[in-house]
């Protein structure tokens, strides 16, 4: 199929407003720009870096081209200037994920790569490309690593693994639940087929392979538009109150009726046909005005403070 690239989209086009919100909550919480900046001086992402290329197959043009195309595509689609690199890794199960702020990786488990078709796989990518669009990888790679950053921080400072604490957890765990609908929207602009996007999270759901060919969609879409009564405000509230529990399921049926309620009120089609040329924010500053680390000419997120960087910042 034709699709459309969409040069000069912003994130805030599109994404979810609990994934807004719930951010903003996140970065008042106390003692978060503290910890983000040693996150930074010890280096997790230089770690992260080593330890998923030292690991995984690199996807390149000529060892999976069709991954490499799908990347590219994915990413000119929804206007992301730089490309991430791309690595298969040998896991089970449906996943993929991205780490790295300035040098993202985008990292997906080889039985993605064998169980999902190139739009399926078009989706998954273009949710992590729109990850990292949204300028998400910081946080996330704080809430994944949380409880090692606490250990460390509490051994070698002066209290500061006290930051990491239960608080700070639930915060970040809420709005990283939150920030996947608006990843889910950004595969879905990167696909522009609900149906690709619907099947992945059918099997990510639990579709047995055996079951792949004779996927019943309209089922899965019943069972996900019977959480329509679920309201914005419900819906932080059982999100926060199960981040308290450590509940990191990712309420794939839920994200599901995310996603066709945006596609029900016009919203996607909206985004899809409107013009967004000449819409890319230009950065006033070399240096965030928060925290002065230094930043990149398409950073939309300070990888110094965790600040989202607006236009004319």
Not at 57 to 69: C, I, N, Q, R
Not at 282 to 290: E, K, P, Q, R, T
């Amino acid at each position: 199929m034709e699709r459309k690239p969409l040069l000069g989209l912003k994130p805030q086009t599109y994404e979810h407003p609990l994934d807004r919100k719930t951010l903003d909550s996140l970065q008042k919480t106390g003692g978060l720009e503290t910890l983000v900046r040693k996150v930074n001086e010890w280096g997790l992402e230089r770690m992260l870096q080593v330890q998923l290329s030292g690991s995984h197959l690199k996807a390149t043009e000529d060892s999976f081209p069709e991954l490499a195309g799908l990347l590219r595509e994915a990413a000119h689609n929804i206007d992301l200037p730089t490309l991430p690199d791309l690595y298969v890794a040998a896991q089970g199960g449906l996943n993929a994920f991205t780490a790295g702020v300035k040098r993202p990786i985008i990292v997906i488990s080889s039985e993605a790569v064998d169980c999902l078709t190139p739009d399926e796989l078009l989706f998954v990518i273009g949710h992590e490309v729109g990850h990292i669009k949204s300028g998400h990888v910081l946080y996330y790679q704080i809430a994944e690593y949380l409880p090692v950053i606490g250990e460390i921080l509490g051994g070698v400072t002066l209290g500061l693994g006290e930051l990491a604490g239960a608080g700070l957890q639930v915060a970040l765990l809420n709005w990283k639940r939150m920030s996947e609908f608006s990843a889910d929207r950004a595969g879905l602009l990167a696909c522009q087929d609900a149906n690709p996007a619907l099947t992945v999270m059918m099997k990510a759901a639990g579709l047995p392979r055996s079951r792949y060919d004779s996927a019943n969609t309209e089922d899965f879409i019943a069972q996900a538009r019977s959480f329509e009564s679920l309201d914005a405000d419900a819906l932080n509230w059982i999100a926060r109150r199960l981040s308290v529990m450590g509940q990191t399921h990712p309420w794939t049926v839920l994200r599901a009726q995310q996603m066709l309620a945006w596609i029900d009120d016009g919203s996607y089609e909206q985004v899809l046909s409107a013009s967004h040329e000449g819409a890319r924010p230009m950065l006033g500053s070399a240096f965030c005005v928060s925290c002065g680390f230094k930043l990149g000419a398409s950073d939309t997120f300070c990888a110094g403070c965790g600040a989202r960087l607006r236009a004319g910042s």
